[in-house]
């Protein structure tokens, strides 16, 4: 059971783009638009090894954090949230790892399908890891403004 | 991008997410509303206190969702700075800013840029677990993809009809067809992977950021799915074995005009992209073309029928030779800019663009008017007038280069269409012969 607020869930379950933020090399923030996809427990994302930059900065530094903030990509939904977690790299093998979570990136983006069957263009794009977070901390603005004061809940 | 046109069109998104490294060590985001005016960020106040003391990463994404389908229009700006507070919020002193938005850079070229990275952290997760990670495909893409398979119609068209004009002339082996089929694509093999291979040491295909599945080679040395060493024991491979069969043709014919047709052709093949020579990068890479993939493969599958040269599979070849340089010159368009910066002058790097668009017309015409002429002129049969039935492919591609010759993805429709004028063109032809044969 998730101890996320339905809110929060409501966002990870229908959010089409989510801005995942590591921390890089400098110490700096650095954000990266993924698909969030949601299980009831954890936060997973994937990545090409194409894009793997943030990939080592997890390695270097698991502290991550997700934010879902854009109406149009969230089927109208108001609220804003922002989710701190830790990640762990999940790529026992690159080829095929990825595809425990298919079946969740299927269900928003159904043309992944199409991609797939077009792998021998692009073999590098569908060599994978899959980013798995388990949320510690999120922030939510109900109403999606963010001039209001945010509210916050805690892992237990 | 400077930092102006990045200011620009950041004002085009409705928002951006700010974030921080927090205290804990964890990032911390908030959404905000901003503003820019000039050169100037402004990020509106926030209820979450976004910090002054350290660097901010600044992002602004856009997607448009498409039901049942997923989504499209992605774009996105990152920016680093630090914020200055200011009366309603903060005054942001950027430091760096990237972005991507796939209408400037489409996702295949976004794909090919970033091959670099993907090799560093494969060869990072290799050495970190103590054996090879490399990126793969199934043994049968494999293959079909190192040695560009499809592209044999190149080879298969012209040696069909050179045994056409020798069974319209009366002579007609089966299995020396066979035989000459497989010979000729072994070498076309052979020549499909050597190209690769000297594109990749020229470094002409690393240089190309926008291949399609008709340009820029085949790929497989920069996505690492076969090493540059296996690729040169395949095209051996094409060779030996197109070689051997070619030996033993000439044997079995007698005939030294096949020696030296095979001769010659194995040479320019090689001679195509190999140095010293490097035809293509001389702008003789369409003369080779047509040469090799017409008069030489035609005249050559017809002396090993009857053992002797002619003048109507000369005649015979010219459409085929015309069309498949067509296919070649017209690939070469996207690749222009690649081309050119390893100084691989093909024609559409030397020529402009009008004179290109307008070469391509008068090329395809005049090998249709070679048909006409040639039966006029009685050297071909009157069957083989069907072949002009393909003229309006030759339209509609000079219609599509017209359009599309900046945009390399939208010109790989074009291109798939000039691969079907040429063997529209070739099998038509073919079937003008049989035709003659049969009535």
């Given at each position: 059971?998730?101890?996320?607020?339905?809110?929060?869930?409501?966002?990870?379950?229908?959010?089409l783009v989510a801005e995942l933020a590591v921390?890089n090399?400098?110490?700096e923030p650095s954000m990266h638009p993924l698909?969030?996809?949601?299980?009831?427990?954890?936060?997973?994302?994937?990545?090409?090894?194409?894009f793997?930059r943030k990939?080592?900065?997890?390695?270097?530094?698991?502290?991550?954090?997700i934010s879902i903030t854009d109406p149009i990509a969230?089927?109208?939904?108001?609220?804003r949230?922002?989710?701190?977690?830790?990640?762990?790299?999940?790529?026992?093998?690159?080829?095929?790892?990825?595809?425990?979570?298919?079946?969740?990136?299927?269900?928003?983006?159904?043309?992944?399908?199409?991609?797939?069957?077009?792998?021998?263009?692009?073999?590098?794009?569908?060599?994978?890891?899959?980013?798995?977070?388990?949320?510690?901390?999120?922030?939510?603005?109900?109403?999606?403004?963010p001039?209001?004061?945010?509210?916050?809940?805690?892992?237990? | 991008m400077e930092r102006r046109k990045m200011l620009q069109r950041l004002s085009t998104y409705a928002h951006v997410v700010v974030s921080w490294?927090?205290?804990?060590?964890?990032p911390?985001q908030t959404p905000a509303d901003f503003m820019v005016e000039g050169e100037e960020l402004r990020i509106h106040?926030t209820?979450?206190?976004i910090?002054?003391?350290?660097t901010l990463n600044i992002i602004a994404s856009h997607i448009r969702?498409?039901?049942?389908?997923?989504y499209d229009q992605r774009r996105y700006i990152s920016i680093w700075g630090r914020g200055?507070?200011?009366?309603?919020g903060m005054r942001i002193a950027i430091e760096r800013h990237w972005g991507w938005d796939e209408d400037i850079t489409p996702f295949?070229e976004y794909?090919?840029r970033s091959?670099?990275?993907?090799?560093?952290?494969?060869?990072?997760?290799?050495?970190?677990?103590?054996?090879?990670?490399?990126?793969?495909?199934?043994?049968?893409?494999?293959?079909?993809?190192?040695?560009?398979?499809?592209?044999?119609?190149?080879?298969?068209?012209?040696?069909?009809?050179?045994?056409?004009?020798?069974?319209?002339?009366?002579?007609?082996?089966?299995?020396?067809?066979?035989?000459?089929?497989?010979?000729?694509?072994?070498?076309?093999?052979?020549?499909?992977?050597?190209?690769?291979?000297?594109?990749?040491?020229?470094?002409?295909?690393?240089?190309?950021?926008?291949?399609?599945?008709?340009?820029?080679?085949?790929?497989?040395?920069?996505?690492?799915?076969?090493?540059?060493?296996?690729?040169?024991?395949?095209?051996?491979?094409?060779?030996?074995?197109?070689?051997?069969?070619?030996?033993?043709?000439?044997?079995?014919?007698?005939?030294?005009?096949?020696?030296?047709?095979?001769?010659?052709?194995?040479?320019?093949?090689?001679?195509?992209?190999?140095?010293?020579?490097?035809?293509?990068?001389?702008?003789?890479?369409?003369?080779?073309?047509?040469?090799?993939?017409?008069?030489?493969?035609?005249?050559?599958?017809?002396?090993?029928?009857?053992?002797?040269?002619?003048?109507?599979?000369?005649?015979?070849?010219?459409?085929?030779?015309?069309?498949?340089?067509?296919?070649?010159?017209?690939?070469?368009?996207?690749?222009?800019?690649?081309?050119?910066?390893?100084?691989?002058?093909?024609?559409?790097?030397?020529?402009?663009?009008?004179?290109?668009?307008?070469?391509?017309?008068?090329?395809?015409?005049?090998?249709?008017?070679?048909?006409?002429?040639?039966?006029?002129?009685?050297?071909?049969?009157?069957?083989?007038?069907?072949?002009?039935?393909?003229?309006?492919?030759?339209?509609?591609?000079?219609?599509?280069?017209?359009?599309?010759?900046?945009?390399?993805?939208?010109?790989?429709?074009?291109?798939?269409?000039?691969?079907?004028?040429?063997?529209?063109?070739?099998?038509?032809?073919?079937?003008?012969?049989?035709?003659?044969?049969?009535?």
């Amino acid at each position: 059971m998730s101890w996320l607020p339905d809110v929060v869930e409501d966002l990870l379950k229908r959010a089409l783009v989510a801005e995942l933020a590591v921390v890089n090399h400098r110490g700096e923030p650095s954000m990266h638009p993924l698909i969030p996809l949601w299980d009831g427990e954890k936060i997973y994302l994937t990545s090409s090894v194409l894009f793997s930059r943030k990939l080592e900065h997890i390695k270097a530094n698991p502290k991550v954090a997700i934010s879902i903030t854009d109406p149009i990509a969230t089927d109208s939904l108001k609220a804003r949230c922002s989710i701190q977690g830790d990640a762990r790299v999940v790529e026992d093998d690159p080829h095929t790892t990825w595809e425990k979570v298919l079946p969740l990136w299927r269900a928003k983006e159904p043309a992944i399908d199409f991609f797939i069957s077009k792998r021998f263009a692009f073999p590098l794009f569908f060599e994978r890891s899959i980013i798995e977070i388990t949320p510690r901390k999120v922030t939510w603005w109900e109403d999606g403004n963010p001039a209001r004061e945010p509210a916050m809940a805690e892992a237990a | 991008m400077e930092r102006r046109k990045m200011l620009q069109r950041l004002s085009t998104y409705a928002h951006v997410v700010v974030s921080w490294v927090d205290d804990d060590g964890y990032p911390a985001q908030t959404p905000a509303d901003f503003m820019v005016e000039g050169e100037e960020l402004r990020i509106h106040q926030t209820g979450l206190a976004i910090p002054t003391d350290r660097t901010l990463n600044i992002i602004a994404s856009h997607i448009r969702p498409q039901p049942g389908y997923g989504y499209d229009q992605r774009r996105y700006i990152s920016i680093w700075g630090r914020g200055e507070a200011v009366e309603d919020g903060m005054r942001i002193a950027i430091e760096r800013h990237w972005g991507w938005d796939e209408d400037i850079t489409p996702f295949p070229e976004y794909v090919e840029r970033s091959n670099p990275q993907a090799h560093r952290y494969l060869a990072e997760l290799s050495a970190q677990r103590g054996v090879g990670i490399k990126p793969r495909l199934s043994p049968i893409w494999t293959f079909l993809l190192a040695t560009r398979l499809p592209f044999l119609t190149a080879t298969i068209i012209p040696i069909l009809l050179g045994i056409a004009v020798a069974g319209h002339a009366g002579e007609f082996n089966l299995w020396l067809a066979f035989v000459t089929v497989l010979a000729g694509a072994s070498i076309h093999i052979g020549l499909n992977v050597a190209n690769d291979v000297f594109d990749a040491l020229s470094g002409a295909d690393e240089a190309n950021y926008r291949p399609t599945q008709y340009s820029g080679g085949s790929r497989v040395i920069q996505r690492g799915i076969v090493p540059l060493a296996r690729m040169i024991a395949i095209s051996t491979a094409g060779y030996i074995v197109g070689g051997a069969l070619g030996v033993y043709l000439v044997l079995e014919t007698g005939s030294a005009e096949l020696l030296a047709i095979g001769v010659l052709g194995v040479l320019l093949s090689v001679f195509y992209t190999a140095p010293p020579l490097r035809l293509v990068h001389r702008g003789l890479g369409e003369l080779t073309t047509a040469i090799g993939f017409g008069p030489m493969m035609v005249l050559g599958a017809y002396v090993v029928q009857t053992g002797e040269l002619a003048w109507e599979p000369f005649v015979a070849s010219i459409p085929v030779a015309i069309l498949i340089a067509l296919v070649l010159y017209v690939n070469e368009i996207p690749d222009r800019p690649s081309d050119a910066s390893v100084g691989k002058r093909t024609l559409p790097v030397r020529l402009s663009r009008e004179t290109v668009i307008a070469g391509f017309l008068v090329a395809s015409i005049a090998a249709f008017a070679t048909v006409a002429v040639g039966v006029i002129a009685g050297l071909l049969p009157a069957g083989t007038l069907i072949s002009l039935a393909a003229l309006p492919l030759a339209f509609q591609v000079h219609a599509g280069i017209r359009k599309h010759y900046e945009s390399p993805y939208e010109l790989m429709a074009v291109m798939g269409r000039n691969v079907q004028l040429h063997m529209a063109t070739g099998t038509l032809l073919f079937v003008g012969y049989l035709l003659a044969i049969v009535l």
